[in-house]
């Protein structure tokens, strides 16, 4: 063998610290023993019927072929329209949004366009795991900002002891996964002043922005003062619509910045699918408000369900504001660490879990499981009669 060749033959400097992610981990374990998915955010919920309906029939239009790498015109013009109609916000639909295969395809974009390896970005822990190794992926450095217990509440000055000279973004995720903290307009007031004073990117995932539950409101960060420009907001209709695996998500940003994220989108991406995002088109074009104020009243209602059931079944539950995971102390249930403990529960309920280790630095979210209640409601009442046997 010709060793010098063999020396080449290697995986690269990142692929040693990259691992299956605990989600899919225990959604394959889940799988192979026929248990009850609490632990992806699957979201297997019904789509809306005009939603499912414009993408077959675009897909019977012969509207299947490449779009423009940021989407097709009727989809970015209606963001553009929701945006403006929902939060006051005004883009201009044909310069300043991106159409993306999922908000992660919009944040790897995002991150692509701006940031550069040895860049710093400052993440609020507990974390999605997806957005962290985004950016590890592309050389940048995510650094964790606890947010204090109980209640994961903000601490400014912990953020601003995490700024160094090579912080060059912060990261927001509102409503937030896994914890379900909405981030109130104090906190956004304040983050909005530290980018400000520190001349900072904000990226945001405002993905459940529909999941918000007892008053509370979704603020968009970019609405702020002075925020606009340095705000890349991602969003998507995974959840909204129910359609998880069409990746369909978006940016919208301001005009500066989109050909650069259009260009890396279409390098990694090339386009969103063409007939789906037809669909989303329509969805956003037809359904009324009354539909997502009665999605939000929906899974207000699983909420309940499942963390009565995580409380009857001496688990502690934190009642999310938003998205649709409720986090739950385990501290009774067997095992050293919280991958055991999920795996314990798999194998004693059929009910898969998360560990909460998974949106934590080594050593922290041990005791913590996180729990998904975007499920049809016949199998989550199933999920939550096995908890409560427990």
């Known amino acids: 063998m010709n060793t010098t060749t063999a020396s080449r033959l290697a995986l690269s400097s990142l692929a040693p610290e990259t691992f299956q992610s605990e989600i899919r981990a225990m959604t394959a374990e889940c799988d ?58 005004s883009y201009d639909a044909g310069r300043e949004v991106l159409v993306a295969s999922g908000a992660t395809a919009g944040l790897h974009a995002a991150a692509m366009a701006l940031l550069n390896p040895g860049d710093e970005v400052l993440v609020f822990e507990p974390f999605y795991g997806y957005h962290v190794n985004t950016l590890r992926s592309l050389r940048i450095l995510p650094v964790p900002v606890a947010l204090a217990e109980p209640g994961f509440a903000l601490d400014m000055d912990a953020v601003r002891a995490a700024i160094t000279p090579q912080t060059r973004a912060l990261l927001l995720n509102t409503p937030s996964n896994p914890s379900g903290k909405i981030f109130a307009q104090a906190d956004l007031e304040a983050i909005a002043a530290l980018c400000l004073e520190h001349d900072l990117f904000l990226f945001t995932d405002e993905i459940y922005e529909y999941f918000v539950y007892d008053g509370a409101q979704h603020i968009p960060p970019a609405a ?106 385990v501290d009774p249930l067997p095992g050293k660490t919280a991958a055991e403990k999920a795996r314990h529960l798999l194998r004693a309920t059929g009910v898969a879990a998360v560990a909460g280790s998974a949106f934590f630095r080594p050593g922290r979210g041990e005791n913590l499981l996180r729990f998904c209640f975007a499920k049809q409601d016949a199998e989550l009442d199933a999920a939550c009669a096995r908890l409560r046997a427990l």
């Open 32 to 89: 192979r023993m026929g248990g009850i998915n609490l632990a992806q955010g699957v979201c297997d919920t019904p789509v809306p019927a005009v939603v499912e309906a414009a993408a077959a029939q675009a897909m019977r239009d012969g509207q299947n072929i490449y779009t423009r790498c940021d989407g097709i015109a009727r989809l970015r013009t209606a963001i553009a329209q929701k945006q403006q109609r929902d939060y006051g916000l």
């Open 224 to 329: 702020l003062a002075g925020m606009r420009e340095r705000t890349i907001a991602i969003s998507g209709f995974s959840k909204t619509y129910s359609i998880t695996g069409w990746r369909i998500g978006y940016v919208t940003a301001d005009a500066r910045w989109m050909p650069a994220m259009a260009h890396f989108h279409d390098l990694t991406y090339v386009c969103a699918p063409a007939p789906l995002q037809v669909g989303v088109a329509a969805g956003l074009e037809q359904l009324p408000p009354a539909f997502y104020t009665q999605l939000a009243a929906d899974y207000r209602s699983k909420r309940a369900r499942l963390t009565e059931a995580l409380a009857a079944a001496g688990m502690e539950p934190t009642i999310p504001a938003g998205a649709y995971y409720v986090m739950a102390r």
